[in-house]
Structure formats: C-alpha cells, structure tokens
C-alpha cells in the first residue's frame, strides 16, 4: 500500500540552528499520527514542511506517493486545523465552512451538501447562521474542523487545535475528533506537547527530541518499551522514577538508571525500598505518593485512600514485570 505520507531525510536548518537535522516517516491511509515532545522540538517546524508552509533545506516530502516539495499548500490535497481557529468574522459558520470550495468553483447545491455533511458530524447545524463572534471557542474550533472537512483532504493538519480550549471543553473534544477519525477514516497528522493527547488520540506517536525522532511507535508501545529515557520520561503521569542501577539487585551488564513507573510500585514491608514519605496526595480512587530513598525521588502510584502521612517510613517494592533497564547514554538495554 502507498503511504498517505512518507518523509525521506527531511532536514531544516534556521540561519545556523539545525531544527531538524534529518527526519524519515512512513503515515499509512487512515492512520491517526501524533507528533509529540516539548515546547521547541520542532513539532511545528515539521508539520508546516508537510503542509508546504516552510521549505525543507534537503530531503523528500511524498503525499500519497508524488513528491510535493515545491508544490504550494493549495495544492497539495491538505487541510490544517491551527491552534488560533482563523476564521473571517464577516461570514456565517455556513460561509466558513463552504469559502474554499466556493473559490475553487464548486457548484452551490454540491457545497450546500458538504456543508450540511460537516455540520451534522460536527453538531453545528443549529449555529450555522451565527458569526464567529457568537460562538464559544469550543465551537469556533468545530467550526475550523469543519472547514478543513468539506474539503475532502488527502491529509488532515492539526497544530495544537484543542490548546486554546479549557480542560473539560478539551476532553469533550477529544473524544469527538477520535470519533471523527473513525467516522472519516481520514489520514491524519496532529502536534501538540500533551502527551494525554497522544496517547489517547494517536494510533501510533511521534516522539520528538530536539528535532530527532526518538521513538516511533503506538501508545502502549511506547508506555511498555520505551526506547530511551527521554520517551520513558515524557510518556506517562506521573513520569516514570529513574534510580541508579544498584537500587535494586539484578541490574543487566550496562545498566546505569532503573526506570519505574509510579502504577508499578507497592508497598511490601518485607522486600520494598526503603524510604521515606515526603508528600501525599489523595486524587479519591488512587493516591500519590511522593518519598526518597535508594538515591532518588520515587512516586508511587496506590489504589484507594490509604492511610501515609508524610515523614514515615515506607517500602516500596518494584513490580519485577515492569523493570525498564537504561545505559549510561539513556538507551533502552
Ligand atoms: N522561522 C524561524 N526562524 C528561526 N527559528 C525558528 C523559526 N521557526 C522555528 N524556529 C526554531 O525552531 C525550533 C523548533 O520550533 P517549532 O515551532 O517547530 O517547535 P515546536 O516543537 O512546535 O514548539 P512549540 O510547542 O513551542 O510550538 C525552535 O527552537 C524555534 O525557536
């Protein structure tokens, strides 16, 4: 099958920073990709190469097999969704939505169409009169989901699209671009730096750090085998515990940091680690607990409300099916 989007190499340089010093990718039809990783891996820098915003300074951009580079975004069969939802306050939600088919001469009857399509997949057909000015941020960014929907895209952009929204409106619509995507069963690529989006979102993710592609690989992938400290690190809340290797016995030859996620530790007052309880935090069905000891910071993640106050002694014992092993230059062992 040919890739909805393959990249080869892909490198972009800023005057003499490298931000992407050299970036492959295979996206199949219908896959729901994220790009993930901190304020300044080059998320953006990367998307915008794929929607032909910014020139990559060597290697190939390939949408459904045709190389694109040099190609203008217009033509290149893609619909982005931004973070800032960009729309014309003059015109209707209606007018919105059906604008870019309009411009590419698209009989009415057949834009009214798509506009009603879009409109009922995304529940905006009671606001399809209003302006942008009367409509929650909520809406207006159904409203920039619709646009790019109407269009029919080879490849769906999102940079960020849900970052603008608060926390509640921003797990509601998760929910619905999930189900928007098996509706659609569109190719889609998405950037953002939360990574309870990605894992909840993405059939595979794209770990970014300082531009180079740490992991790629589907959510649990991820959570079970991360390649490297930095995507153990970055994937999970809370993150993952590094001790040194000798915290614990049975460290493989190499291995310098014990990686431990807070779901995989208990407490066991025959076997545990040693510590001591700094901090609690009782979240209702589980609670955090925060402690030092073996050489580290542990927090451990318990079920129910036990009764830890902080400054007692607590041994906390690793779940041995869950140890995740990393030499001195981070790598998985
Ligand atoms: N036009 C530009 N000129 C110079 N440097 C740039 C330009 N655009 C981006 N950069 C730099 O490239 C790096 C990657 O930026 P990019 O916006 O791709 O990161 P990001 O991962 O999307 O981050 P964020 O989540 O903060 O948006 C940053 O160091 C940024 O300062």
């Not at 409203?143 to 921003?170: H, M, T, Y």
């Not at 569109?186 to 531009?211: K, P, S, W």
Request: charged letters at 20%; a neutral charge; hydrophobic letters at 45%.
């Amino acid at each position: 099958m040919t890739p909805a989007l393959q990249l080869r190499d892909v490198r972009k340089t800023f005057g003499k920073v490298e931000v992407i010093p050299g970036a492959s990718l295979s996206v199949m039809p219908g896959e729901f990709v994220v790009f993930v990783g901190p304020s300044g891996c080059g998320k953006s820098t990367l998307l915008r190469m794929i929607a032909g915003l910014e020139a990559p300074d060597s290697g190939d951009i390939m949408i459904g097999g045709a190389r694109v580079n040099g190609v203008s975004p217009a033509r290149r069969g893609i619909a982005m969704v931004f973070q800032s939802y960009a729309l014309y306050p003059h015109l209707t939600v209606a007018g919105n939505m059906g604008l870019a088919l309009k411009q590419a001469g698209m009989p009415r009857a057949e834009r009214e169409a798509a506009i009603a399509e879009a409109a009922r997949m995304l529940a905006l057909e009671p606001l399809l009169d209003r302006r942008p000015a009367q409509l929650s941020g909520g809406q207006r960014q159904r409203v920039a989901i619709g646009r790019a929907i109407v269009r029919r895209p080879k490849l769906f952009l999102f940079d960020e699209p849900l970052s603008n929204l608060d926390a509640a409106l921003r797990g509601q619509t998760r929910i619905e671009l999930a189900r928007l995507h098996r509706e659609l069963g569109a190719t889609m690529i998405y950037v953002t730096h939360d990574q309870v989006e990605a894992m909840t979102l993405a059939d595979r993710i794209v770990v970014l750090d300082r531009g180079h592609i740490a992991q790629i690989g589907t959510p649990m992938e991820l959570y079970d085998r991360p390649a490297n400290r930095f995507v153990a690190s970055f994937i999970g809340a809370p993150a993952m515990n590094f001790l040194p290797a000798a915290a614990i016995p049975g460290a493989p030859p190499g291995a310098e940091t014990l990686g431990l996620r807070p779901d995989h530790l208990a407490p066991d007052p025959a076997e545990g680690i040693p510590t001591e309880v700094t901090h609690v935090e009782h979240l209702g069905p589980e609670t955090l607990v925060h402690a030092t000891g073996a050489g580290g910071l542990l927090t451990a993640r318990l079920t129910g409300a036990p009764e830890i106050a902080p400054g007692t002694a607590l041994r906390l014992a690793p779940n041995r099916a869950h140890l995740h092993w990393f030499d001195a230059a981070g790598d998985r062992l």
